[in-house]
């Protein structure tokens, strides 16, 4: 299978590239994953939501650019189907024995999924029903990925 994280903006802090490094490394052995950026777009601190709307617009665009056609879409959303870490491995198998043979999870800048993103997307998802920057959701959601796979495997990993 192969697993694209397609997200919005560069991840800055150096102990989350070296999470996601570590699980990016740990992923090899299950899946050929692919991490792609689009560039943020600059957010003024007291923007109307009309000018929020008009960056997760454009954001959304550079995303749309690069999902793939044939492509399994799968949108991190505050508002999508939560799932426990069995579950959510249990959603990965299916989509695999139903011959889904590439996933890609998009995660959107510090406002969110535009909404022809969220459109465009096969499942909505959500990790909590807090927010997470979206840098440290890239880390989170390869972790889940790991354990999901290792969960599949009957594998031993700490709970």
């Known amino acids: 299978m192969k697993i694209t994280i397609l997200a919005v903006g560069k991840v800055k802090e150096p102990y989350l590239r070296e999470g996601i490094q ?3 490394k740990r992923l090899s052995k299950y899946v050929q994953l692919e991490i792609l950026e689009v560039e943020d ?5 007291h923007a109307s939501p009309r000018e929020d709307e ?3 617009d454009r954001e959304g665009e550079r995303l749309l650019k690069k999902i793939p056609d044939r492509a399994y ?8 189907k939560k799932y426990d870490s069995v579950g959510f491995a249990r959603y990965l198998e299916d989509l695999g024995v ?3 043979s590439h996933l890609v999870f ?3 800048g510090s406002l969110g999924l535009s909404e022809k993103v969220l459109q465009c997307a096969d499942q909505k998802v959500s990790f909590s029903d ?3 920057p979206h840098q440290m959701m890239r880390l989170i ?6 354990r999901s796979y290792r969960i599949r495997n009957q594998e031993p990993y700490h709970k």
Not at 41 to 45: A, L, N, P, Q, V
Not at 141 to 146: D, G, M
């Open 22 to 24: 570590e699980f990016s």
């Open 41 to 45: 777009e600059k957010t003024k601190e």
């Open 54 to 56: 008009i960056v997760k």
């Open 73 to 80: 879409v799968i949108g991190l959303a505050i508002d999508g």
């Open 98 to 100: 139903k011959g889904e």
């Open 106 to 108: 998009v995660i959107g």
């Open 130 to 132: 807090m927010t997470f």
């Open 141 to 146: 959601l390869l972790e889940q990925i790991y």
